[in-house]
Every structure is written in structure tokens, then in C-alpha cells.
């Protein structure tokens, strides 16, 4: 579960908080976009901020859960925002939602909300301006996720690998390697990329490299070092081809994108031994 906080000022710019926080992985620009789609206000004016414990509440990069939760708190609290908006604009006479029950305002475009029907509709920095305010700041509730009994939901996908293999010493070469995955909604295409990319180089290096000696007398680690214990360099990794298929999965949450950074390294040391077996019997 995740709460978020948004402050939408008369200039039509806005500023998220959620104490999550950014390992490398691209949250950054992930939420930034998703505050920018689910508020109604062009990216350039969005301003995502996280990592502080005195922002609303929001979970660790960790478990494949990010994006989807902090999404969600972004959903709710924008949703929250456009009924504020709409009970500013309800009051006021001179707009043309005035009257008009602020439950029954939704976003219907760009900086704009008003009726589903879009047959009466205002602007945001317009309500704002109206109203004398140089900003207006709400806040999601942090709930506890609602179970759904219905449904089942996982990311999934496939790895498929080639390898050559000299038989006399008998080095193996990872000469291909293609993953396919479904994870819902692809929200950030490039960072997706990479998540499963580096998921398969680890696999290789898992599959191949990478391995824990203990000294029998000490009981320490004898590869304690990057000198010997050995991970995938470029020389042994090819390029990777990823693939994403499946619509977004809004069953799941309401921005539809389900768990990725975990997927991209289950099965793909396993596809790096399945193909030496295929090429060796063994």
C-alpha cells in the first residue's frame, strides 16, 4: 500500500511526493509520467519527489511492487484532486460547473475536468484563479490493498537461449538470447528494456561464472573479490532481444501495470543450461 501527495499552483504546474525511492530503476521518470497522465498536466510541469520518510507513505524498491503501488497512490490521489477541484468550481458563479455535484467530475482533458458526457467543463488554473488561490494540495489515504478473489495475477514470460561450445575445452559462448514477457502495461519502454535485459545477463552470469568458494580452513569465502569471482562482462554477453506482449491489466490496479523487476531474471540461467544440454546431451 502507498499514499501520495499532490500541490497543483495557479501557473499549472504540480508537485507529487511519496516516500519511495529510485535504485536505478527508472522510478523517477515512471512516476513522473504516470502523475503527469492520471493528474491531466503535461510532463515538463510535473515534478515527482521521493525518498524522504516525511513524504506519504510508499514501499521499497523490492518484490516486483513499485510501480504498481505507487501508481495506484497516484491514481487515488489524483482522482481526489479533481473533486476538490470540482467543489471549488461548483461554489463559483461564474464557472460553467457551477451546481454541479463534484463526485460527477471526472478529467475530460488535458488541465480540464468536468461532466462524462464533456457537455460542461472547466480549467484548472482557471478554478484556481477564481477562487483567489495560488494553489490547492490533497492527500491519498493509506489503505491496505483490497484482496480480489476473482482473479490471479503474476507477470509472466519466456528466455530463449544459444550457445556454442568448443568441445575440447569446453568453453561455453552465449551467442543469443531473447526474452518475451508479459507484465501488463509497459509504462517506461527503455527502463523496461533494461529491467529484463539485465535480468538475462544475470542469469548467464549465474548460469555460467559466478560461483562461491569457501576456504575449507577458515570457513571464509575464497572469491571475495571481483579479481575471482567472476560476473558477465560484454566479451560474454550478446545482444539481448526483449519483447513485451499482453494489454494493460486493469483487473490488477488502475494504471495496469503489473510487478517487472523479478520476472526478467526467473528462468533465464535455467535457458542457459537447457541450451548446453541441447548442445551436449549433458
Given at each position: 500500500s502507498a499514499a501520495a501527495k499532490v500541490q497543483l499552483r495557479t501557473d499549472g504546474s504540480a508537485v507529487v511526493q511519496c516516500a519511495t525511492h529510485d535504485i536505478g530503476t527508472?522510478?523517477?521518470?515512471?512516476?513522473?509520467?504516470?502523475?503527469?497522465?492520471?493528474?491531466?498536466?503535461?510532463?515538463?510541469?510535473?515534478?515527482f519527489e521521493l525518498g524522504k520518510s516525511d513524504y506519504p507513505f510508499g514501499p521499497v524498491a523490492g518484490g516486483s511492487n513499485s510501480t504498481g503501488t505507487v501508481g495506484t497512490a497516484i491514481h487515488d490521489v489524483a482522482g481526489l484532486l479533481h473533486q476538490q477541484l470540482g467543489e471549488l468550481a461548483s461554489k463559483d458563479a461564474k464557472s460553467p460547473l457551477h451546481g454541479v455535484n463534484a463526485k460527477d467530475v471526472v478529467l475530460v482533458a488535458p488541465?480540464?475536468?468536468?461532466?462524462?458526457?464533456?457537455?460542461?467543463?472547466?480549467?484548472?488554473?482557471?478554478?484556481l484563479r477564481r477562487a483567489g488561490r495560488d494553489s490547492i494540495e490533497v492527500q491519498s489515504e493509506l489503505k491496505p490493498p483490497e484482496m480480489n478473489n476473482k482473479f490471479v495475477f503474476q507477470s509472466w514470460g519466456a528466455h530463449f537461449c544459444e550457445v556454442k561450445i568448443d568441445p575440447l575445452l569446453p568453453r561455453v559462448q552465449v551467442?543469443?538470447?531473447?526474452?518475451?514477457?508479459?507484465?501488463?502495461?509497459?509504462?517506461?519502454?527503455?527502463?523496461?528494456?533494461?529491467?529484463?535485459?539485465?535480468?538475462?545477463?544475470?542469469g548467464i552470469g549465474m548460469a555460467l561464472m559466478e560461483e562461491t568458494a569457501y576456504d575449507p580452513v577458515t570457513g571464509l569465502p575464497a572469491t571475495r573479490n571481483l579479481a575471482d569471482y567472476h560476473i558477465p562482462t560484454n566479451a560474454d554477453v550478446p545482444?539481448?532481444?526483449?519483447?513485451?506482449?499482453?494489454?494493460?491489466?486493469?483487473?490488477?490496479?488502475?494504471?495496469?501495470?503489473?510487478?517487472?523487476?523479478?520476472?526478467?531474471?526467473?528462468?533465464a540461467?535455467?535457458?542457459?543450461?537447457?541450451?548446453?544440454?541441447?548442445?551436449?546431451?549433458k
Amino acid at each position: 500500500s502507498a499514499a501520495a501527495k499532490v500541490q497543483l499552483r495557479t501557473d499549472g504546474s504540480a508537485v507529487v511526493q511519496c516516500a519511495t525511492h529510485d535504485i536505478g530503476t527508472g522510478a523517477y521518470t515512471a512516476f513522473t509520467q504516470i502523475s503527469s497522465e492520471q493528474l491531466g498536466i503535461s510532463f515538463e510541469k510535473v515534478k515527482f519527489e521521493l525518498g524522504k520518510s516525511d513524504y506519504p507513505f510508499g514501499p521499497v524498491a523490492g518484490g516486483s511492487n513499485s510501480t504498481g503501488t505507487v501508481g495506484t497512490a497516484i491514481h487515488d490521489v489524483a482522482g481526489l484532486l479533481h473533486q476538490q477541484l470540482g467543489e471549488l468550481a461548483s461554489k463559483d458563479a461564474k464557472s460553467p460547473l457551477h451546481g454541479v455535484n463534484a463526485k460527477d467530475v471526472v478529467l475530460v482533458a488535458p488541465g480540464r475536468i468536468g461532466l462524462k458526457d464533456k457537455s460542461k467543463s472547466d480549467g484548472f488554473t482557471d478554478i484556481l484563479r477564481r477562487a483567489g488561490r495560488d494553489s490547492i494540495e490533497v492527500q491519498s489515504e493509506l489503505k491496505p490493498p483490497e484482496m480480489n478473489n476473482k482473479f490471479v495475477f503474476q507477470s509472466w514470460g519466456a528466455h530463449f537461449c544459444e550457445v556454442k561450445i568448443d568441445p575440447l575445452l569446453p568453453r561455453v559462448q552465449v551467442t543469443g538470447f531473447v526474452s518475451v514477457m508479459n507484465c501488463g502495461r509497459i509504462v517506461t519502454a527503455k527502463p523496461a528494456y533494461n529491467q529484463i535485459m539485465g535480468g538475462a545477463t544475470m542469469g548467464i552470469g549465474m548460469a555460467l561464472m559466478e560461483e562461491t568458494a569457501y576456504d575449507p580452513v577458515t570457513g571464509l569465502p575464497a572469491t571475495r573479490n571481483l579479481a575471482d569471482y567472476h560476473i558477465p562482462t560484454n566479451a560474454d554477453v550478446p545482444a539481448i532481444e526483449v519483447h513485451f506482449v499482453g494489454e494493460p491489466d486493469f483487473e490488477f490496479n488502475p494504471i495496469g501495470a503489473r510487478g517487472m523487476g523479478e520476472i526478467g531474471i526467473t528462468g533465464a540461467a535455467a535457458a542457459v543450461a537447457n541450451a548446453v544440454y541441447h548442445a551436449t546431451g549433458k
